[in-house]
C-alpha cells in the first residue's frame, strides 16, 4: 500500500467521526439508541440467587449427616493409648472432622451471602468479593497431618 492511499485512508475515517467505545453500559435495543437503559440481555433473577443460596446451605446438612456418620464410626476406638495405629487413626479422624465441620461451615456461609446477594441484588461487586475473601480467609484449609515424609 502506497503511503498516499494510507494518509488517505486515515483521512476517511477522520472524515467519518471516529467510533467510541464505551465500556460501561450496554446499548439499549429496544430503541437502538444507546440512553444507557438496560437491554433485554442482562438479566439477574432474585429467585434463582435465593434457591442457589438456600441449595448451597442445605449442603451444610447433608455434610453435618456425613460428619455424623463418621463420629459414630469412631466411637469404639478410644483414645488409641498404647497402640500407634489407633492413635494415628484417631489424629486422622480428628483431622478429618475438623474439616468436613469447617466444609460444612463454608456452605453455610456462602449459601447466606448467595440467597443475601440475590434477595437485594443491592451489593457491588466489591462488596461480594469482599465477603467472598472473608470466607475464604475464615475457613482455609487444613495443614496436613500424618502421611507426611518428614525430612526427606
Known amino acids: 500500500m502506497a503511503w498516499d492511499e494510507w494518509e488517505q485512508l486515515k483521512a476517511d475515517v477522520a472524515a467519518r467521526g471516529s467510533a467510541r467505545m464505551q465500556l460501561n453500559h450496554l446499548p439499549d435495543t429496544v430503541s437502538g439508541g444507546s440512553s444507557g437503559v438496560t437491554s433485554d440481555?442482562?438479566?439477574?433473577?432474585?429467585?434463582?440467587?435465593?434457591?442457589a443460596g438456600g441449595d448451597v446451605k442445605g449442603l451444610k446438612d447433608d455434610v453435618g449427616k456425613a460428619l455424623g456418620k463418621l463420629d459414630d464410626g469412631?466411637?469404639?476406638?478410644?483414645?488409641?493409648?498404647?497402640?500407634?495405629?489407633?492413635?494415628?487413626?484417631?489424629?486422622?479422624?480428628?483431622?478429618?472432622?475438623?474439616y468436613v465441620g469447617d466444609v460444612g461451615g463454608r456452605c453455610g456461609e456462602l449459601g447466606g451471602l448467595l440467597e443475601r446477594s440475590g434477595h437485594d441484588l443491592a451489593m457491588s461487586d466489591a462488596d461480594v468479593k469482599a465477603e467472598l475473601d472473608k470466607i475464604k480467609l475464615k475457613y482455609q484449609d487444613t495443614e496436613a497431618v500424618g502421611g507426611q515424609a518428614k525430612g526427606r
Do not use: M, N, T, Y
Open 41 to 51: 440481555k442482562l438479566k439477574s433473577d432474585k429467585k434463582v440467587w435465593a434457591k
Open 74 to 98: 469412631q466411637s469404639g476406638l478410644g483414645d488409641g493409648a498404647g497402640c500407634e495405629s489407633a492413635a494415628a487413626q484417631k489424629e486422622l479422624f480428628d483431622s478429618w472432622k475438623q
